[in-house]
């Protein structure tokens, strides 16, 4: 069942291209018309929605953070991400021009489930973002749009985190067709970029040599940073977060703009650093500041090992190791660059002989408070 892999979360990494492919599946046509007919809520009230809260615990939070960068720049809806359990508890303001969606693996984790009905009392409208059929926030939930990447069973989220982003992206898509947000055109031209991420990320998994080789090597590591910047940031939480589960390291995420407002004093000699660079064509520039932030911890002794888009040379010369990910437009970076810091985390926790399947204390759903 587990595929000839060692372990359920290494099938479950290697099972991501069809995870994205299958989610992908039968929800646009030809001409680049979004068909989200699950989503049953009418078009009319998704027209009028002036505010869309995501709500998530762990992985899923930070799907919802890569969804809040697309759907702002898609949609310009304004688009908050906050934890459920935070988000209950503070009388936020909901109305029913307000969208929430709820973004969970499993349905039934109950900081979600408890945010969901707490909106809904509020009047919201509610979509879940799930992958398991029937399960409890789905069906509180007025509409559901399930991700399919197949049962997930190792307790740390790999492919359905995949499978979240390619559908948060959908639900963008699918809003910037409603409100004419995007041209025709350019809603084809991005769901034709996501019809080539699966072969993508299947090229990251046939050259994994490098990055498992690193991971061994680094066995002994007793802190790692992770910096991203837009939506690379979530994409360093979510490293941080792998390693933490699996491999019980002290590992962070930044912003990498953050860096100078306190992060850098924990650089010293071989402190290392992985730094999720932004695509060299993203609008704003990220690219060049990110490489600096690179340079920066260097210059402090850091070991810097960087992800960074195929044919990015600058890169080069201040990184002790570079890993290149098949180029895609720069929304859709992250369905890319988690990719090796999964694979690292996966093979470091290997190497230390711990099991990636069952990482102490954890639950893979988790239905209390
Ligand atoms: O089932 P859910 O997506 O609601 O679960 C949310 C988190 O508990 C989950 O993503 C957790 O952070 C995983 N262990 C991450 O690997």
């Not at 991400?81 to 709820?102: C, G, K, Q």
Request: hydrophobic fraction near 45%.
């Amino acid at each position: 069942e587990k595929g000839g892999f060692a372990s359920f979360m290494e099938k479950e990494i290697h099972d991501q291209p069809a995870a994205v492919a299958d989610t992908l599946l039968g929800r646009s046509d030809v001409d680049g018309n979004l068909i989200l007919d699950e989503l049953r809520i009418d078009e009319d009230e998704l027209r009028n929605i002036r505010k869309i809260i995501v709500l998530a615990c762990g992985t899923s939070s930070y799907a919802g953070m890569v969804a809040k960068y697309a759907i702002e720049r898609w949609c310009r809806i304004p688009v908050e991400v906050e934890l459920s359990h935070e988000f209950r508890y503070r009388d936020p303001i909901i109305d029913a021009n307000t969208l929430i969606v709820s973004i969970s693996q499993s349905g039934e984790t109950m900081d979600t489930l408890m945010a969901v009905r707490y909106a809904k009392e509020q009047g919201a409208r509610t979509v879940s973002i799930c992958n398991t059929n029937g399960s409890t926030i789905p069906r509180e939930s007025d509409a559901v749009l399930y991700t399919h990447a197949g049962p997930e069973i190792a307790v740390a989220s790999t492919k359905a985190f995949l499978a979240q982003i390619t559908a948060a992206y959908l639900l963008g898509l699918y809003l910037a067709q409603l409100t004419k947000k995007l041209y025709r055109e350019e809603i084809k031209d991005i769901l034709s970029d996501l019809a080539d991420i699966p072969a993508k990320v299947q090229q990251i998994l046939d050259n994994a040599d490098s990055i498992k080789e690193l991971a061994r090597s680094m066995a002994e590591a007793s802190s790692v940073l992770f910096l991203g910047r837009n939506v690379g940031y979530p994409v360093a939480l979510e490293g941080a977060l792998k390693l933490k589960e699996l491999a019980y390291i002290h590992a962070e995420g930044f912003a990498a703009g953050e860096l100078k407002h306190g992060p850098i004093a924990l650089i010293d000699e071989g402190q290392p650093v992985f730094v999720v660079v932004p695509s060299p064509m993203d609008r704003h520039s990220l690219h060049a500041k990110v490489v600096s932030n690179i340079q920066e911890v260097r210059a402090r002794g850091a070991k810097t090992i960087v992800v960074a888009e195929a044919g990015d040379e600058t890169v080069r010369d201040y990184a002790e190791q570079v890993f290149y990910v098949p180029e895609t437009q720069p929304m859709l970076m992250p369905l890319l660059t988690t990719v090796p810091l999964q694979i690292f985390a996966c093979e470091l926790a290997t190497a230390k002989g711990y099991d990636v399947d069952q990482p102490r204390n954890l639950a893979k759903s988790v239905t209390v408070e």
